[in-house]
C-alpha cells in the first residue's frame, strides 16, 4: 500500500530498485477512483443527512469497498513494473 510513483521498493540485498513503468496510468487510476469515491460519498451522506435513513450509510460502506476493490485489480492487471539496477563505479 506504500508503493508510489514517489517511493520505489529498494531491494536491501542488491540495492536494485522496483519502480513503476507507467506512471501516468499510474496516477491517473488513483485520481479517478478517488473522484468517483468523493462523488458518490458526497451524494449518499447528503442523502443520509436529508433523510435520516441509514441505508444510505450502508451504501456509501459497499461504495467505498467497490471503488477499492476496482482500484486494486485495475493496479494489478494494467501497472507495469520495472527493475533498475545500481550503478557501481
Keep these: 500500500m506504500l508503493f508510489n510513483n514517489l517511493n520505489p521498493i529498494t531491494c536491501s540485498v542488491c540495492s536494485s530498485k522496483l519502480r513503476v ?7 491517473g487510476i488513483g485520481v479517478v477512483g478517488g473522484g468517483v469515491e468523493a462523488g458518490l460519498g458526497v451524494l449518499l451522506l447528503e442523502l443520509f443527512f436529508r433523510t435520516g435513513n441509514i ?3 450502508g451504501l456509501l460502506a459497499v461504495s467505498f469497498a467497490t471503488v ?3 482500484v486494486s485489480l485495475l493496479l494489478v ?3 507495469k ?3 533498475e ?3 557501481h563505479a
Excluded at 513503468?21 to 496516477?27: A, C, G, L, Q, R
Design 68 to 70: 477499492l476493490l476496482v
Design 81 to 83: 513494473l520495472k527493475v
Design 55 to 57: 441505508v444510505y450509510l
Design 21 to 27: 513503468e507507467n506512471k501516468v496510468f499510474f496516477t
Design 77 to 79: 492487471k494494467f501497472v
Design 85 to 87: 539496477m545500481p550503478n
